[in-house]
């Protein structure tokens, strides 16, 4: 399925542009350019132009700074999407991402922060990403803990919530739900056969599907930022994961299906109306 002449392309394209701008970002980072902020961004929208994908935008992106953003983990791709969205935002990882070959140089270039799997780092990896969010960054957390099928959403894990019990400047730090469904193959919609070509998933290995991935279509995305909450309404950072599970849950349902609200807002690069 797809085309192996626009897999080619398309990622000869991508490769070089990156090579191009890897340099720009590495000096930027270096030495505090205020433009090393606003690269990614830039970056990954470009990224959508190259590989056809259409956003569609709804809900409002959080303005306040910081805000700890939420979302479900469907594949790789999701840091493209996500990062075409929010101005100025970085992930929190799994640490195996970092020695990954080219992409965990690009994770450790939008200033990534990375966890690792084990109870004894947990009061670490929460002050650092609270370092971060102090300091006015946007994080955003997949606290499911590993990629999904793209149909479903898996159980947040409370654990990740940690941070949310913090305060920055005596405030509760502000969580934005977002759910996140590739919805769209060239104008058809996307069937469980289907979206396994956009969702990456357990043993699956990178390099075939993400050549497979390029030489298919346009695909329309599906980006819903919900209402944003903090801890200080649920009480707890269990009740925390289980509500923003349950929201998240039900935009990515509402996207497959066809039922989503309206767009509020218009959406980077390919995106425009419905699809």
């Known amino acids: 399925m797809g085309s192996s002449l626009l897999a080619a392309f398309r990622i000869f394209v991508y490769v070089s542009w990156t090579l191009l701008l890897i340099p720009a970002q590495v000096i930027g980072l270096r030495f505090h350019f205020s433009y090393a902020r606003s690269l990614p961004y830039f970056y990954h929208r470009s990224c959508c132009r190259i590989f056809g994908f259409r956003l569609i935008q709804i809900g ?23 990062s075409a969205l929010i101005r100025g935002v970085a992930f929190i990882s799994k640490a195996e991402v970092a020695d990954w ?8 270039l939008q200033e990534t922060v990375f966890i690792e799997r084990r109870v ?28 999904n099928d ?15 019990e913090e305060k920055i400047h005596g405030e509760a ?30 043993d699956m290995e990178l390099a075939p599907h993400f050549w497979e ?20 309404a649920f009480g707890s950072r ?4 289980d509500a923003t599970h349950k929201t998240v849950s039900r935009g990515v349902a509402q996207a497959i299906t066809g039922q989503m609200p309206k767009a509020r807002a ?6 425009g109306g419905n699809p």
């Open 266 to 271: 218009p959406a980077p690069a390919r995106a």
């Open 120 to 147: 004894s780092r947990t009061s670490a990896h929460r002050n650092v990403i609270h370092e971060r969010l102090q300091r006015g960054d946007r994080l955003i957390l997949f606290p499911e803990g590993t990629s």
């Open 238 to 241: 269990k009740t925390l994961a």
């Open 213 to 232: 991935m390029a030489g298919l279509g346009d695909v329309t995305i599906v980006v819903q930022f919900h209402p944003v909450v903090t801890i200080d």
């Open 60 to 82: 409002e992106i959080s303005d306040q700074r910081p805000t700890l953003f939420v979302s479900n983990h469907t594949s790789y791709l999701d840091i493209t999407m996500l």
């Open 173 to 202: 730090i502000t969580v934005q739900p977002v759910s996140i469904a590739y919805t769209h193959l060239d104008g058809i919609p996307l069937g469980r056969s289907l979206r396994p070509y956009y969702a990456w998933y357990g």
């Open 101 to 108: 070959p080219f992409f965990g140089t690009l994770a450790k």
């Open 150 to 164: 793209g149909n479903r959403v898996l159980r947040f894990k409370s654990a990740l919530f940690s941070v949310a």
